[in-house]
Protein backbone atom coordinates (compact mmCIF):
# COMPACT_ATOMS: atom_id res chain seq x y z
CA UNK A 1 0.00 0.00 0.00
CA UNK A 2 1.00 3.66 -0.75
CA UNK A 3 2.41 5.27 2.21
CA UNK A 4 1.99 9.22 0.50
CA UNK A 5 -1.30 11.31 0.38
CA UNK A 6 -0.78 13.84 -2.49
CA UNK A 7 -3.68 15.98 -4.06
CA UNK A 8 -5.40 14.62 -7.06
CA UNK A 9 -5.02 17.30 -9.08
CA UNK A 10 -3.51 20.93 -9.68
CA UNK A 11 -3.40 23.60 -12.33
CA UNK A 12 -0.18 25.67 -12.73
CA UNK A 13 0.47 28.14 -15.49
CA UNK A 14 3.53 27.73 -18.19
CA UNK A 15 6.47 29.46 -17.01
CA UNK A 16 5.39 29.55 -13.70
CA UNK A 17 6.99 27.20 -10.41
CA UNK A 18 5.00 24.30 -10.25
CA UNK A 19 5.04 22.79 -6.39
CA UNK A 20 3.60 19.56 -5.56
CA UNK A 21 3.26 18.38 -2.31
CA UNK A 22 2.85 15.13 -0.62
CA UNK A 23 2.27 13.84 2.60
CA UNK A 24 4.10 10.66 4.18
CA UNK A 25 3.75 11.09 7.95
CA UNK A 26 4.31 7.40 8.75
CA UNK A 27 7.63 7.68 6.49
CA UNK A 28 10.56 5.61 8.74
CA UNK A 29 14.28 6.99 8.87
CA UNK A 30 15.63 4.06 6.43
CA UNK A 31 12.94 5.34 3.83
CA UNK A 32 13.86 7.92 0.56
CA UNK A 33 11.44 9.68 -1.08
CA UNK A 34 11.22 9.57 -4.88
CA UNK A 35 9.03 11.55 -7.43
CA UNK A 36 8.13 10.06 -10.72
CA UNK A 37 5.89 11.18 -13.70
CA UNK A 38 4.22 9.42 -16.44
CA UNK A 39 3.46 11.71 -19.47
CA UNK A 40 -0.13 10.47 -21.40
CA UNK A 41 0.52 6.46 -20.71
CA UNK A 42 4.40 6.43 -21.35
CA UNK A 43 6.55 5.04 -19.19
CA UNK A 44 7.22 6.40 -15.83
CA UNK A 45 9.97 8.45 -15.39
CA UNK A 46 12.38 9.08 -12.63
CA UNK A 47 12.92 13.06 -11.34
CA UNK A 48 14.58 12.86 -8.05
CA UNK A 49 14.95 11.16 -4.88
CA UNK A 50 16.42 12.15 -1.58
CA UNK A 51 16.42 10.72 2.08
CA UNK A 52 16.40 14.20 4.38
CA UNK A 53 18.65 16.96 2.65
CA UNK A 54 16.96 18.98 -0.15
CA UNK A 55 17.79 17.91 -3.45
CA UNK A 56 17.96 19.53 -6.80
CA UNK A 57 18.98 18.17 -10.39
CA UNK A 58 18.21 19.58 -14.14
CA UNK A 59 14.89 19.06 -13.90
CA UNK A 60 13.71 20.07 -10.25
CA UNK A 61 14.37 20.74 -7.04
CA UNK A 62 12.92 18.46 -3.76
CA UNK A 63 11.99 19.66 -0.39
CA UNK A 64 12.31 17.88 2.61
CA UNK A 65 10.65 19.24 5.86
CA UNK A 66 12.79 18.80 8.99
CA UNK A 67 10.59 16.02 10.16
CA UNK A 68 10.41 14.25 7.09
CA UNK A 69 6.75 13.83 7.26
CA UNK A 70 6.36 15.36 4.42
CA UNK A 71 8.12 17.03 0.68
CA UNK A 72 7.69 19.31 -2.19
CA UNK A 73 8.32 18.91 -4.98
CA UNK A 74 9.29 21.82 -7.36
CA UNK A 75 9.57 22.15 -11.08
CA UNK A 76 10.84 25.58 -11.17
CA UNK A 77 9.87 26.66 -15.00
CA UNK A 78 6.72 24.90 -15.90
CA UNK A 79 6.42 24.46 -19.51
CA UNK A 80 3.21 22.31 -21.35
CA UNK A 81 5.56 19.28 -21.75
CA UNK A 82 5.29 18.87 -17.78
CA UNK A 83 1.67 18.10 -17.81
CA UNK A 84 1.47 14.49 -16.25
CA UNK A 85 0.49 12.40 -13.49
CA UNK A 86 3.52 13.00 -10.98
CA UNK A 87 4.18 10.27 -8.03
CA UNK A 88 5.04 10.78 -4.89
CA UNK A 89 6.80 6.95 -3.07
CA UNK A 90 8.80 6.06 -0.46
CA UNK A 91 11.05 3.42 -0.40
CA UNK A 92 13.21 2.13 2.35
CA UNK A 93 17.14 2.70 1.74
CA UNK A 94 19.90 0.06 2.77
CA UNK A 95 21.60 -3.02 1.92
CA UNK A 96 18.66 -4.87 0.21
CA UNK A 97 17.38 -1.20 -1.21
CA UNK A 98 17.92 -2.23 -4.86
CA UNK A 99 15.07 -5.05 -4.64
CA UNK A 100 12.71 -3.08 -3.24
CA UNK A 101 9.59 -2.77 -5.07
CA UNK A 102 8.23 0.98 -5.46
CA UNK A 103 4.54 1.34 -4.58
CA UNK A 104 2.63 3.85 -6.67
CA UNK A 105 -0.37 5.94 -5.02
CA UNK A 106 -2.83 7.63 -7.26
CA UNK A 107 -0.68 10.83 -7.94
CA UNK A 108 -1.02 14.03 -8.67
CA UNK A 109 -2.58 15.02 -11.91
CA UNK A 110 -1.01 18.02 -13.18
CA UNK A 111 -2.48 19.96 -15.96
CA UNK A 112 0.12 22.79 -17.42
CA UNK A 113 -1.60 25.73 -18.79
CA UNK A 114 -0.66 28.74 -21.05
CA UNK B 1 23.60 3.47 -23.17
CA UNK B 2 20.08 2.39 -24.33
CA UNK B 3 16.95 2.69 -21.73
CA UNK B 4 15.04 -0.32 -20.79
CA UNK B 5 13.31 -1.78 -23.98
CA UNK B 6 10.33 -3.21 -24.61
CA UNK B 7 8.76 -5.41 -26.88
CA UNK B 8 6.91 -5.59 -28.90
CA UNK B 9 5.35 -2.41 -28.27
CA UNK B 10 1.72 -3.36 -29.00
CA UNK B 11 0.55 -6.66 -29.07
CA UNK B 12 -2.89 -8.38 -30.14
CA UNK B 13 -4.13 -11.47 -28.94
CA UNK B 14 -7.24 -13.94 -29.51
CA UNK B 15 -9.03 -14.90 -26.54
CA UNK B 16 -7.20 -18.09 -25.13
CA UNK B 17 -3.57 -17.29 -26.97
CA UNK B 18 -0.54 -16.81 -25.18
CA UNK B 19 1.14 -13.46 -24.59
CA UNK B 20 4.85 -12.78 -24.27
CA UNK B 21 6.00 -9.78 -22.78
CA UNK B 22 9.85 -8.98 -23.46
CA UNK B 23 12.00 -6.49 -21.47
CA UNK B 24 16.02 -5.59 -21.88
CA UNK B 25 17.09 -3.91 -19.28
CA UNK B 26 20.00 -1.17 -19.21
CA UNK B 27 23.45 -2.55 -19.29
CA UNK B 28 24.43 -3.31 -16.06
CA UNK B 29 21.39 -3.90 -14.37
CA UNK B 30 20.30 -7.27 -13.19
CA UNK B 31 17.27 -6.14 -11.50
CA UNK B 32 13.89 -6.06 -13.15
CA UNK B 33 10.46 -5.35 -11.83
CA UNK B 34 7.19 -5.63 -13.94
CA UNK B 35 4.24 -3.84 -13.23
CA UNK B 36 0.78 -3.72 -15.13
CA UNK B 37 -1.87 -0.34 -15.37
CA UNK B 38 -5.32 -1.24 -16.39
CA UNK B 39 -6.99 2.03 -18.19
CA UNK B 40 -7.65 4.82 -16.08
CA UNK B 41 -5.68 3.10 -13.33
CA UNK B 42 -2.60 3.02 -11.38
CA UNK B 43 0.43 1.13 -12.00
CA UNK B 44 0.01 -1.79 -9.91
CA UNK B 45 3.53 -4.02 -8.81
CA UNK B 46 3.42 -7.44 -10.43
CA UNK B 47 7.12 -8.97 -9.81
CA UNK B 48 10.42 -8.49 -8.86
CA UNK B 49 13.37 -10.80 -10.45
CA UNK B 50 17.51 -11.09 -10.60
CA UNK B 51 18.93 -12.72 -12.83
CA UNK B 52 17.56 -16.64 -12.71
CA UNK B 53 15.72 -15.45 -9.55
CA UNK B 54 12.26 -14.60 -8.65
CA UNK B 55 12.45 -12.06 -5.41
CA UNK B 56 8.97 -10.97 -4.89
CA UNK B 57 6.02 -12.21 -6.64
CA UNK B 58 3.40 -11.06 -4.42
CA UNK B 59 1.62 -8.47 -6.92
CA UNK B 60 1.29 -11.53 -9.85
CA UNK B 61 -1.89 -13.32 -10.84
CA UNK B 62 -2.07 -16.90 -8.94
CA UNK B 63 -3.20 -18.35 -12.46
CA UNK B 64 -1.60 -18.19 -16.29
CA UNK B 65 1.11 -15.48 -15.10
CA UNK B 66 4.44 -16.31 -14.81
CA UNK B 67 8.14 -14.45 -15.40
CA UNK B 68 11.70 -15.07 -15.72
CA UNK B 69 14.73 -13.77 -16.22
CA UNK B 70 17.80 -15.43 -17.63
CA UNK B 71 20.91 -15.77 -17.08
CA UNK B 72 21.23 -14.53 -20.75
CA UNK B 73 18.63 -12.97 -22.69
CA UNK B 74 15.80 -10.85 -21.37
CA UNK B 75 13.41 -10.63 -19.02
CA UNK B 76 10.05 -12.50 -20.27
CA UNK B 77 6.55 -12.11 -19.03
CA UNK B 78 4.49 -14.67 -19.91
CA UNK B 79 0.45 -15.10 -19.50
CA UNK B 80 -0.99 -18.00 -21.09
CA UNK B 81 -5.00 -18.38 -21.80
CA UNK B 82 -5.31 -14.52 -22.17
CA UNK B 83 -8.97 -13.20 -21.68
CA UNK B 84 -10.01 -9.50 -22.03
CA UNK B 85 -9.23 -8.59 -18.73
CA UNK B 86 -5.86 -9.05 -19.43
CA UNK B 87 -5.76 -5.99 -21.33
CA UNK B 88 -3.46 -3.56 -20.31
CA UNK B 89 -0.18 -1.60 -20.45
CA UNK B 90 2.39 -3.77 -18.97
CA UNK B 91 5.78 -1.56 -17.97
CA UNK B 92 9.34 -2.56 -17.01
CA UNK B 93 11.62 -1.43 -14.39
CA UNK B 94 15.27 -2.45 -14.18
CA UNK B 95 17.96 -0.87 -11.22
CA UNK B 96 21.65 -1.92 -10.85
CA UNK B 97 23.01 -3.96 -8.01
CA UNK B 98 24.28 -1.84 -5.78
CA UNK B 99 23.50 -1.88 -1.70
CA UNK B 100 22.86 1.97 -2.19
CA UNK B 101 19.41 3.45 -2.62
CA UNK B 102 19.49 4.22 -6.37
CA UNK B 103 16.61 5.11 -9.21
CA UNK B 104 14.52 2.38 -11.34
CA UNK B 105 14.27 3.43 -14.97
CA UNK B 106 11.19 2.55 -16.99
CA UNK B 107 10.74 1.23 -20.57
CA UNK B 108 7.67 2.71 -22.95
CA UNK B 109 5.37 -0.46 -21.62
CA UNK B 110 3.46 -3.00 -23.86
CA UNK B 111 0.22 -2.45 -24.68
CA UNK B 112 -1.59 -5.71 -24.92
CA UNK B 113 -5.48 -5.93 -26.54
CA UNK B 114 -6.95 -9.04 -26.53
CA UNK B 115 -10.05 -9.65 -28.47
Known amino acids: DAKTTQPPSMDCAEGRAANLPCNHSTISGNEYVYWYRQIHSQGPQYIIHGLKNNETNEMASLIITEDRKSSTLILPHATLRDTAVYYCIVRPAGIKAAGNKLTFGGGTRVLVKP | NAGVMQNPRHLVRRRGQEARLRCSPM?????VYWYRQLPEEGLKFMVYLQKENIIDESGMPKERFSAEFPKEGPSILRIQQVVRGDSAAYFC?????????????FGQGTRLTVV
Open chain 2, 93 to 105: ASSPPMVQNTEAF
Open chain 2, 27 to 31: KGHSH
